[in-house]
């Protein structure tokens, strides 16, 4: 398949990232690459649904990711995956013969594995640039339902208009479930049995990286798990902390023991940024320590520092994601050209187990199966946002009234820019529509 057939069929079935920041995939398709990587870490804890998919749907995901290395004309193809996934890693050693130049990139049983950065580095070595993309070391990274998405795309013309997402937590039957875009998170935590506590948080996403959400929340194509905890659990306490308080917090008590830098993931593979040194400028509300605050945007998200180094129970993540949203309002971007120092010496003494991560965070007892039901599951009705990537939302074509089917537009690709499609997740009337979202009701 000619990469600009591959780019049209991707950009107008609204494949996007199946997960973080939701890249429109299309975009990502690039000559450059002489290396594409499966990303299959799923390294924060609890989530269980791309190694499930992975297992499920081994051939037709290699199939996917053989076309778009011959698209981009890239030499190899890495499926990263932890040895511990031993279903999905059986499942493509099954189908390995098939495909030429594709192999198997065992990743540690660390977080964050998931993060690209380390992924690319585990896998093949090499070391991204702070602030670069995986291209500019001739690689591109994609996570498994987005690939499942492109083999349904090229295959059968099939649009995303379902996601895969765990359910799991204080729910009685932690599940694995096929869900329309646009369902209720509350509608998915009945299907798992409902919750076994009356007073809950939803944590939408990973314990590390996810956000706290409610029951009236949607389903969109970067979801990945609806997590129901208990209001006092450790990640929900920490996830719901203002602002304030984390500061004053770092203000007593932050005595630089350096451990969030110690075990900074990205600090680990040469990057310039410093939690410590951030925490020691805000704390003192020290502005001459310039390079403190803009190195923050070198910062993955991961949560580590917050969530496990700080012994003092701080929040340094919490407080450089304001910091970097309050520079990006200022007008501030990150440093161009910043060449990463030498790997740490120490790196591979300082990653972090998962099973350690976990009970760190008090999730033990949650971290249980949750079986993958491949069925649709179905709604009454769907409400379908029209920004569910990064980049510019979709535009409305359809009105109040207009009947569809599941898979038609509903929200065009905008003209020109980046963005996807968006697509009717089942059969209904559209009863609402505005620049943000539709509604679609089986009975109309």
Do not use: W
């Not at 992975?54 to 932890?82: F, G, P, R």
């Not at 380390?118 to 690689?139: C, D, H, K, M, Q």
Request: proline share 5%; hydrophobic share 40%.
């Amino acid at each position: 398949m000619e990469l600009t057939q591959l780019t049209e069929i991707m950009r107008n079935s609204g494949v996007a990232g199946a997960g973080g920041a939701g890249f429109p995939s299309y975009a990502k398709l690039d000559k450059r690459a002489d290396t594409i990587i499966l990303n299959c870490a799923e390294c924060e804890p609890l989530l269980k649904l791309h190694r499930q998919v992975l297992e499920k749907y081994a051939l037709e995901i290699m199939t996917a990711l053989d076309v778009i290395a011959k698209a981009v004309e890239a030499e190899k193809v890495i499926i990263a995956v932890k040895a511990s996934y031993t279903g999905a890693v059986n499942a493509v050693k099954a189908n390995l013969s098939k495909f030429e130049n594709m192999e198997i990139g065992l990743l540690p049983e660390i977080y964050p594995a998931g993060d690209e950065v380390v992924t690319i580095y585990e896998t093949t070595g090499r070391v991204v640039a702070p602030g670069s993309l995986p291209i500019t070391v001739g690689v591109t990274v994609f996570n498994v339902e987005t690939i499942l998405n492109v083999y349904n795309a090229i295959t059968s013309g099939s649009p995303v208009t379902y996601k895969y997402i765990t359910v799991a937590g204080e729910v009685k039957n932690p599940i694995t479930l096929k869900a329309p875009l646009g369902i209720t998170y509350g509608e998915l935590i009945a299907m798992a049995g409902g919750a076994t506590i009356k007073e809950y948080a939803i944590v939408a996403g990973g314990p590390m990286t996810g956000r706290i959400a409610h029951d009236s929340d949607v389903v969109t194509k970067t979801s990945n798990a609806v997590l129901v905890m208990p209001k006092n659990q450790y990640i929900v306490m920490k996830k719901t902390t203002p602002p304030e308080i984390n500061l004053n917090r770092a203000m007593a008590a932050c005595c630089q023991c350096n451990m969030c830098t110690d075990l900074c993931s990205r600090n680990l593979l040469g990057h310039p940024i410093e939690p410590h040194r951030f925490m020691r400028a805000i704390s003192n509300g020290m502005t001459e320590d310039l390079n403190a605050y803009v190195n923050t945007f070198f910062c993955s998200s991961c949560g580590l520092c917050e969530m496990y180094s700080c012994g003092q129970g701080l929040a340094p993540a919490a407080l450089i994601a304001k910091t970097k949203g309050m520079l990006r309002q200022g007008g501030v971007t990150a440093p161009k050209g910043i060449e990463a120092e030498q790997v740490h010496p120490q790196r591979d003494f300082r990653r972090v187990p998962m099973s350690r991560l976990t009970a760190r965070l008090g999730l033990t007892k949650y971290n249980v199966p949750a079986p993958l039901v491949d069925e649709l599951v179905k709604a009454d009705s769907v409400k379908v946002m029209f920004s569910q990537s990064i980049g510019v939302p979709s535009v409305p074509v359809v009105k109040a009234g207009d009947r569809v089917k599941a898979g038609d537009v509903i929200g065009a690709a905008p003209e020109g820019k980046l963005g996807v499609a968006v697509h009717a997740s089942m059969d209904g009337v559209v009863t609402e529509v505005n620049d943000k979202y539709a509604v679609i009701s089986a009975k109309g």
